[in-house]
């Protein structure tokens, strides 16, 4: 199977069968709530910290398969990882999406999320696939500013 194949199987299943759709609206979740009106994506995301551990992401949003599906790859990326590692995974995410080069350490860190390394082809499209990061991202810090 072509690597382009395969990648294209990671995008559709996370699309068809999302991860940790549904926001649980609880306490001790940071909320965001991102817009991305060049395609119309919509994305809320919860993230909750404990101890500096990500103990849970949660996504729910409307948009095209480029952006659903990156956010429910990016909450398995993101789950059981200190703020700091999960920083630097969204740090890689936005790198290799704008089709820069990256490590094999930091390619093997990125699991799943390297299904979007095609996106850097097509710039119209870079901003729905970091829509969901951006939003965990912005989360993360909220929840980091709360913890001091
Ligand atoms: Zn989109």
């Avoid at 759709?21 to 994305?43: F, I, R, W």
């Avoid at 999320?113 to 996106?119: D, W």
Wanted: net charge negative.
């Amino acid at each position: 199977m072509k690597l382009e194949d395969l990648y294209r199987q990671v995008i559709m299943d996370h699309y068809k069968n999302p991860r940790n759709k549904g926001l649980v609206e609880a306490d001790g979740y940071q909320t965001v709530h991102l817009h991305n009106p060049s395609c119309g994506d919509d994305m809320t995301i919860e993230v909750k910290v404990e101890g500096n551990i990500i103990k849970d992401v949660r996504q729910a949003g409307t948009g095209c398969s480029i952006c659903c599906s990156s956010a429910s790859v990016m909450t398995e990326e993101l789950i059981g990882k200190t703020v700091a590692e999960a920083n630097k995974t969204i740090q890689n995410f936005y790198q290799m999406i704008q089709g820069n080069d990256l490590t094999d350490e930091e390619i093997e860190e990125l699991g799943e999320a390297m299904a979007y390394k095609g996106v850097s082809q097509f710039p119209a499209r870079i901003k729905c696939a970091t829509l969901a990061w951006k939003a965990a991202e912005k989360a993360l810090k909220e929840a980091d500013e709360d913890e001091k």
